[in-house]
């Protein structure tokens, strides 16, 4: 059975990216703690080996949970403590380890997240082998769930409706249930086109809606570039749609072609 405890309170005002730095590194540290903690009860158990090693695996998964849930909440109280209160609320749910599994006595477990996990959403924490008898490394599954408030469809919505303010409603969501940023800004939704139907109280994310398409091929379009202390505007003549999030080529008045991301109405920056 799987249990959902607090682990931090966060941020009232999360970024359009879901959480901002800061919030993305207390979550990396307070899974740390967890995964030391969990590494810490599984060593004490396995310097008491059991002559039922099924019986001793079962009870080092046991001991695993308990042991992450404790301190996972000292960890919690201890934030609030030291670091100005934020808005996202933060849930882990630690899953169990394989019951199958028969695990030999290890003097010293060493826990670390597997390179390219992130503390986010699905993800897991490994624990290996490193001083025993005999060398190995097992999994622990985890679910972090980031709460934040972010836009929500307040009625359902079909695919190619154009969102207006009474379709939206502002709502408490897991920012991590999926890899897309959510909406916090009305004002960047409303006059939208939803690509996908939604379902009322599910979040408005970026990759909900339809792209955006600033200027089509052939139009005069205002040319930026910028640097640090610097600025410079310029016209030139867009050689292909302007789609929101992909590339553009503009021949600028010299008869110059550049590579710009199209960027509002008739306007494009060009990336240095």
Not at 29 to 34: A, D, G, H, I, N
Request: hydrophobic share 45%; proline share 9%.
């Amino acid at each position: 059975m799987r249990r959902h405890f607090a682990l931090s309170r966060g941020p009232r005002v999360p970024t359009v990216r879901g959480m901002d730095s800061t919030a993305r590194g207390r979550l990396a540290r307070t899974l740390t703690v967890v995964a030391l903690a969990t590494a810490g009860g599984m060593a004490a158990q396995a310097q008491a080996p059991s002559p039922d090693a099924a019986a001793a695996a079962s009870a080092l998964a046991a001991q695993v949970r308990a042991i992450a849930q404790r301190v996972a909440a000292q960890a919690d109280h201890a934030a609030a403590r030291h670091e100005p209160p934020r808005e996202a609320r933060v849930e882990v749910d630690v899953g169990s380890l394989d019951p199958r599994l028969k695990l030999a006595p290890c003097a010293r477990i060493e826990p670390q997240l597997p390179p390219g996990t992130r503390p986010w959403g699905r993800t897991r924490i490994a624990l290996r082998c490193a001083e025993g008898p005999v060398r190995w490394q097992v999994y622990l599954p985890l679910t972090v769930k980031v709460f934040a408030p972010a836009l929500t469809a307040a009625v359902p919505l079909a695919a190619g409706h154009e969102i207006t303010a009474a379709d939206l409603r502002l709502a408490e969501v897991d920012l991590a249930a999926e890899p897309a940023p959510v909406l916090k800004d009305a004002t960047s939704a409303i006059g939208r086109t939803l690509d996908r139907p939604l379902a009322p109280g599910q979040a408005l994310r970026e990759n909900h809606l339809r792209a955006r398409v600033w200027f089509a091929a052939g139009e005069s379009v205002r040319v930026v570039a910028a640097g640090p202390g610097w600025r410079i505007v310029g016209e030139g003549l867009a050689l292909s749609p302007g789609v929101e999030g992909r590339s553009v080529r503009v021949r600028t008045e010299s008869g110059r072609v550049l590579s710009a991301l199209p960027v509002a109405e008739r306007e494009v920056e060009v990336p240095l």
